[in-house]
Nanobody
Framework: QAQLMESGGGSVQAGGSLKLSCVIS????????LGWFRQAQGEEREAVAA?????????YYADSVKGRFTISRDNAKNTVDLQMNNVKPADTAVYYC?????????????????????WGQGTQVNVSS
């Protein structure tokens, strides 16, 4: 059974750093992409970043996090991490990792939240000013 499990959330002051991790298990071998998304209270879920996890390492970022967040994969640990630097109060949200259907590339789905079908339970990030 496919499962994604996020960890690393918590509270941090503006300007600080936090690292989120997503442990991947049970996904089909033809899963080529994994993304991080977030949802602030009262807001719609939005994309943060995505990375190719098979056949390359191309990354994609939302404009709001470019230059501050870094998505990376660790094949040995079977994780995809999100390093968050210089965080802002606007980054406060529940963060989710997600995967699209098998056989679909990051080039195809990019940061389109509707294309992702397997979701973790989320981890809360609170940034105080």
């Amino acid at each position: 059974q496919a499962q994604l499990m996020e960890s690393g959330g918590g509270s941090v002051q503006a300007g600080g750093s936090l690292k989120l991790s997503c442990v991947i298990s049970g996904l089909p071998a033809s899963t080529y992409c994994l993304g991080w998304f977030r949802q602030a209270q009262g807001e719609e879920r939005e994309a943060v970043a995505a990375v190719t996890i098979a056949g390359g390492s191309r990354t994609y970022y939302a404009d709001s996090v470019k230059g501050r967040f870094t998505i990376s994969r660790d094949n040995a640990k079977n994780t995809v991490d999100l390093q968050m630097n210089n965080v802002k109060p606007a980054d406060t949200a529940v963060y989710y990792c997600a995967a699209p259907r098998p056989g679909v590339s990051c080039t195809r789905v990019g940061l389109d939240v509707d294309e992702y079908i397997v979701w973790g339970q989320g981890t809360q990030v609170n940034v105080s000013s």
